[in-house]
């Protein structure tokens, strides 16, 4: 008896040295699909981040369809943002109008103390400069693409899920704020050097109240009635918004913001008043790309007004 006990002791262990050998040898070949839980402060469940297998296209073609599926309603979060909560949107109007009343003298204390002291930093141009893409801006740009690469290489949907908000980012504040607001509000921008009254640039002016509202629309980069609000401050701060909120970390990415922003500083020709609206609006971009794909695909919850793509055409919900 003792010795068919034996024997049946024995082929239990063969047995599962045989599967612990096959499942190692799996784990060689293949990544599991470890997940990563991500809790908000609040305690409260967000998403569980899956990591797949190397070049992921499972991972990839979701990723693709939900953040380009859910652009119509990012847009409609943007835009009604301001609305949703008046006496906030009412305390930045009021915080930049302060400043505009007196943007000369700041402006001017800018030039002499930050600008002057910053005027020989410069990031390098990478690869051929587009509008968006010239100077530290290219930063911006290929490297929320090298980053995306990266995750799909790595079958990493958080990280290509970031890298498209950052790029979505920067294309929001490229229409919203250089397209659309400069042409609306038509301000002139700053002479270089406000202390002395001087630039060489006929269409400067040392008057930070010369608006003249709904100008033509200029897609490139244009020098005349475009300063408020800097688009380069809100293509900043709606990425760094973006990463903020994703990793949940403020030193990484607003160190990096402030690096970018002082590269060529003086090439932004910008009155004091034009970078903190520039950074508000890109602040509530970034924050309204994270919330909007949070909420509606990471914690089950409906938004309010959803555009989808149908058959025939798109559809829209709105919740009463």
């Not at 003086?266 to 609006?281: P, Q, S």
């Amino acid at each position: 008896m003792l010795r068919i006990f034996n024997i049946l002791l024995l082929l239990a262990v063969l047995s599962s040295s045989e599967v612990l050998a096959k499942n190692t040898k799996h784990h060689k070949t293949k990544r599991t699909n470890k997940k990563s839980l991500k809790i908000d402060r609040f305690g409260d469940e967000i998403y569980v981040y899956e990591k797949g297998d190397y070049f992921d296209m499972d991972i990839a073609k979701r990723v693709l369809k939900r953040s380009i599926g859910i652009i119509p309603s990012d847009l409609y979060h943007i835009a009604s943002a301001p609305f949703k909560n008046p006496q906030n949107t009412l305390r930045y109007m009021g915080i930049v109008g302060t400043i505009m009343a007196f943007d000369k003298p700041i402006t001017t204390f800018y030039q002499q103390n930050i600008e002057t002291p910053l005027a020989f930093y410069s990031l390098p141009t990478l690869f051929k400069p587009t509008p968006i893409t010239s100077g530290a801006d290219g930063w911006l740009v290929y490297g929320s693409i090298a980053q995306y690469l990266g995750g799909f290489a790595l079958g990493d949907e958080k990280t290509q899920v970031t890298a498209i908000m950052a790029m979505k980012a920067i294309g929001y504040s490229y229409f919203i704020d250089h397209v659309f607001l400069k042409s609306i509000l038509g301000r002139r921008r700053p002479k270089s050097d406000l202390y002395h009254d001087y630039d060489p640039n006929p269409t400067h002016t040392s008057n930070p109240h010369d608006f003249s509202p709904f100008q033509p629309l200029h897609f490139d980069a244009h020098d005349g009635r475009t300063s408020f609000p800097s688009f380069h401050l809100t293509m900043y701060f709606s990425v760094a918004k973006v990463y903020q909120e994703m990793y949940d970390n403020y030193w990484l990415p607003y160190g990096a913001l402030a690096i970018v922003f002082a590269s060529n500083i003086r090439g932004h020709h910008h009155w004091v008043g034009d970078m903190v609206g520039g950074a508000i609006i890109g602040t509530l971009i970034g924050h309204e790309i994270v919330s909007n794909y949070r909420n509606r695909y990471h914690k089950g919850k409906a938004s309010n007004f959803n555009i989808y793509p149908i058959d025939n055409g798109i559809g829209f919900t709105y919740r009463f």
